[in-house]
Every structure is written in structure tokens, then in C-alpha cells.
């Protein structure tokens, strides 16, 4: 392992070396925040760089595996999304009307990250208020692909995939309200997932949709994703909808073996428009569990097609409503010159505030609910999700789990659908109806297309069986080495390059 370049190790590997001293969290840590330095001013992946707190983290880590401690994330370098809440440290959600914003308390994520020993090395970029598929709607400016720098990262969650395809960090958090993990998982190469919606406690995670986010983890292989996971989920009384449910040992579950599991295969998502390396890839990684003894299953998720109508519907109705409480009043930017109305103030404040984007899904959300066209769009929009959810459950009925590809393309340059929100919209059409059902979806890459650039094979199980999808990926992994490829070294960081 060369701690010149952190990519060499993942958790398990840092893990093992940590445990027999050959390592101490310290070094470990000083080695992120060196590439952290070199990679930053090319990638913009972190908003914040929390040094001082990560070098006294890695010292109390040091301190408890001097005492024969030990634990899944004990002394390992970690990176939150810049939506969760971080007490005493600045949390935009890369907005505007959030700048200089320090929360006095941590999300129920970071708390469990901290109690767990890991080490916060820094703050992810993101689309503003996590809206976006690229990461370019950040009021900070866009994060890039560590794979080609011409390139996006995915979003919204692009600066937690990016910090680890980077080696910044070895593990990282993200959310997902329509694709926000999986997307950026399969463009940056990573195992990204989302977990079932009520496993993860979104408390003092800053809301775009309320019934559709969660938190998720991003690292190189799925057993490192078991571990972060393992960590994170559980039930918190301060997020009514956490779960009260037990969490499974899911390294536990990385048995290698697929022997007798049904894979469904959606007729749906192998459709027009999927880049034919995309397809490729994905039914070879199908044709590989296969021959490793799973059961293949042709089945039907009829409903599919409305699902972004319906992602869009929902979401932004939510949305409208999470962010009417950034008024200049409580926190964040105020605009407002002496002499203004309080109604002034308001208008003045969002507007500055927030971004394109922001102010689009906000307008067609309050659109959705304003009286007259509440019942034909937004109510319409929850029947059909009642349906997306219907065909989920009745597809698990012939298998254990789905095999789909991730997103219809690799990631695709910088600028080339900024202009075109529908475009950009499509790119989360295998993964919003995941969400819209509350089903747990893990990505992992399966191949490279033409030009090199990672490729995403998404695993989805059944409600609460996240143990199944990681089952799944670990024993691709353990067949394949697509999770070996790394981007181009960080100090040349060539576009296409892979080293």
C-alpha cells in the first residue's frame, strides 16, 4: 500500500493495516488532506476542508487503537455531502442563501460517523439544495469527473463520488431523492447506494423531498459499502419516518455465492436510447451472475415510463414547500435596504439566494399544488407512484432482486444538457422509480465504454433487503475487476487516461 496515493486502499485493506499498527490513523489522514491540496484546485469536489478537526479526529482515533480498539471506520478518512447538518461547520447545501450558515447541532449520520471513530476530512460540493443530475448547479461552481475533467461526476451528490474516486477520502455520504447516489456512483466508477427509505435517519439532513431522500454511502467495493452502512443504519426518534426495525450484519452477508437467486431483467429499461456500451456492458454483468449460478427472469415494470413525470411532480411539490422556510428571517442571506416591506425582504433574499434551478423547481411545484391543479397534477402524480410501486412489488413476487443498467449513458461533458433541463432530467430515468417505491438500489461499476469512462450495473432489492443487493454485487466483484480501475493519477489527472 503507497501512501502516496491513497487510492491504493479501501477500507477493509486501511482497516487491516490500522488494526496491526503497521499504519496509524495520522499518516493515514495526513495523506488524504496532502492529495486533498493537490487534487482540489483541478476537481472542486469539497467546499470545506475541516483540517484541524480531521488531524485531532485521526489523533483520538490513534488514541482508542492504541488501546486495543477497533471498529468498521475506526481512524478512516471520511467526506459528508454538504447537506448534512455539521455543528459549528459551515453547511451550505451549495447554495447561496445558505453561505456562512454554521448549524449548532450534527445529523444523526454524522453522529454515528463520529461515535464510530471515522475521521471528517471535509464537506462534498453538490447541486444546490442536492437538485441536479451534474453537479453544476452548485452555487460554487461544478465539480469535475476525476476520470476526464471535461466531464460531470454525476448529481447530485458529484463532489462525495468525486472526493473518492480522487483518493481525497476512502468513503463517503451522499443522498439520493431521484438518482443522486447511483448516478454519481456509475460515472465516477464507485459503489454507490440507497438504502430503503426509512433505514437511514435523514434528521438534520437539509430537505429537498422529504418522501424521497435518503442517505447513502459511496467507496470502491461493495464490502466497504456494508461496512459504512452497517454504521449509519438504524432507527432515530428524531426523523418520524426512521424505521424501527433491526439492522442486519450485511458484511455478514457477503457469502460470494448467488447459487438459486432470481434475477429480474425489466424489459423496460434495455429500451431505445440506452448507449448501446451501456447495454453491453450491463447484460455481459447480467450473463456473469448468471453463470455464476443465479436464475435469470424476464419480467415487466409497466409503469416506468411516467416515472420522471411523476419524480417531477412530487419532488418539486415537496420541494416548494421544504424551502419556503428560507425568508432571510431566521438564518442564511438576508437581502433587504432600509425602507423595505417584509414581503421586500423576501423577494429580494430568494432571489438572490437561489439559484436557476432551485427557482424552477420551486415555480413548478408551487404550480402543482396551487389550487385548480393540485387534484389533475400533484394527486394524479401520487396514484401513479401508487402504481410504480405496485409493479415493483408484483415483479418480486418472480424474483429476489433486479438487474438494470445505472443510467442510459456515461457521464457526458460539462455544458452539454445545462441548457436543456429535459435532457438532463432523462438522465435519472432507471433510477426516480426506485425512489417513488422506497427500495433500496446499489450501483457498482461493470465495465468501461469506448472512451473509458466507467459504466454502472444497479442492483435492486425488495424493502429493507439491502443485504440481498449487496450479496449480488460482492459476488461480481469478487469475479471481476472493474472496481480496480482508478482515474488517472492526481497530479496529471489526463482526461481518458486510466492508471
Not at 460540493?125 to 476526464?148: C, I, K
Request: glycine residues 10%.
Amino acid at each position: 500500500m503507497n501512501l502516496s496515493d491513497p487510492r491504493s486502499f479501501t477500507i477493509a485493506t486501511a482497516r487491516s493495516a490500522l488494526d496491526r499498527r503497521e499504519l496509524s490513523s495520522t499518516e493515514l489522514t495526513r495523506a488524504m488532506l496532502d492529495r486533498i491540496a493537490c487534487a482540489e484546485p483541478a476537481l472542486h469536489a469539497l467546499l470545506e476542508v475541516t483540517e484541524a478537526r480531521a488531524l485531532a479526529d485521526a489523533a483520538a482515533a490513534d488514541a482508542r487503537l492504541g488501546r486495543g480498539e477497533t471498529g468498521p471506520l475506526l481512524g478512516i478518512p471520511v467526506v459528508l455531502k454538504d447537506i448534512f447538518a455539521t455543528r459549528g461547520i459551515v453547511t451550505t447545501c451549495g447554495s447561496r442563501i445558505l453561505e456562512g450558515f454554521r448549524p449548532p447541532y450534527d445529523s444523526d449520520a454524522a453522529e454515528r460517523l463520529a461515535r464510530a471513530g471515522s475521521v471528517l476530512v471535509g464537506k462534498a460540493n453538490l447541486d444546490e439544495f442536492a437538485m441536479g443530475s451534474s453537479n453544476e448547479n452548485s452555487a460554487y461552481g461544478s465539480t469535475r469527473n476525476p476520470w476526464d475533467l471535461e466531464r460531470v461526476p454525476g448529481g447530485s451528490s458529484g463532489g462525495s463520488a468525486a472526493a473518492v474516486a480522487a483518493g481525497e477520502c476512502l468513503a463517503s455520504l451522499g443522498t439520493d431523492t431521484g438518482g443522486s447516489i447511483r448516478l454519481p456512483a456509475s460515472f465516477c466508477g464507485l459503489v454507490g447506494l440507497k438504502p430503503t427509505y426509512g433505514r437511514v435517519s435523514r434528521y438534520g439532513v437539509i430537505a429537498y423531498a422529504s418522501s424521497l431522500d435518503q442517505v447513502g454511502p459511496f467507496a470502491w467495493t461493495v464490502e466497504d459499502i456494508a461496512a459504512v452502512l452497517g454504521v449509519i443504519a438504524g432507527h432515530d426518534p428524531r426523523d418520524s419516518t426512521s424505521v424501527p426495525r433491526g439492522v442486519p450484519d450485511y458484511t455478514a452477508a457477503l457469502t460470494g455465492d448467488v447459487r438459486g437467486l432470481r434475477i429480474g431483467i425489466p424489459r423496460e429499461y434495455f429500451a431505445d436510447g440506452i448507449a448501446p456500451d451501456v447495454e453491453g456492458a450491463t447484460r455481459s454483468a447480467i450473463r456473469l451472475l448468471e453463470s455464476q449460478g443465479a436464475q435469470l427472469v424476464e419480467i415487466g415494470l409497466p409503469h416506468t415510463e411516467y416515472a420522471i413525470a411523476t419524480y417531477y411532480l412530487v419532488a418539486t411539490a415537496e420541494a416548494s414547500s421544504n424551502l419556503a422556510r428560507y425568508d432571510g428571517v431566521r438564518f442564511g442571506l438576508r437581502r433587504a435596504s432600509s425602507g423595505d416591506s417584509l414581503i421586500d425582504m423576501y423577494r429580494q433574499t430568494r432571489d438572490a439566494g437561489f439559484g436557476p434551478e432551485v427557482k424552477r423547481r420551486i415555480l413548478l411545484g408551487t404550480y402543482a399544488l396551487s389550487a385548480g391543479y393540485c387534484d389533475a397534477y400533484y394527486l394524479k402524480a401520487l396514484q401513479v407512484r401508487t402504481l410504480i410501486r405496485r409493479d415493483f412489488l408484483q415483479a418480486f413476487e418472480q424474483c429476489d432482486v433486479i438487474a438494470a443498467p445505472t443510467a442510459p449513458t456515461t457521464a457526458f461533458r460539462l455544458g452539454e444538457k445545462v441548457s436543456d433541463p429535459l435532457a438532463m432530467y432523462l438522465s435519472d430515468i432507471f433510477t426516480t422509480s426506485v425512489n417513488l417505491a422506497g427500495l433500496p438500489g446499489l450501483s457498482l461499476p461493470c465495465g468501461a465504454d469506448t472512451a473509458g469512462l466507467p459504466i454502472g450495473l444497479q442492483i435492486i432489492a425488495p424493502a429493507f433487503a439491502e443485504e440481498v443487493a449487496l450479496r449480488v454485487g460482492d459476488a461480481y466483484q469478487r469475479a471481476t475487476e472493474w472496481h480496480l480501475r482508478r482515474p488517472a493519477e492526481i497530479t496529471g489527472l489526463v482526461s481518458g487516461k486510466v492508471a
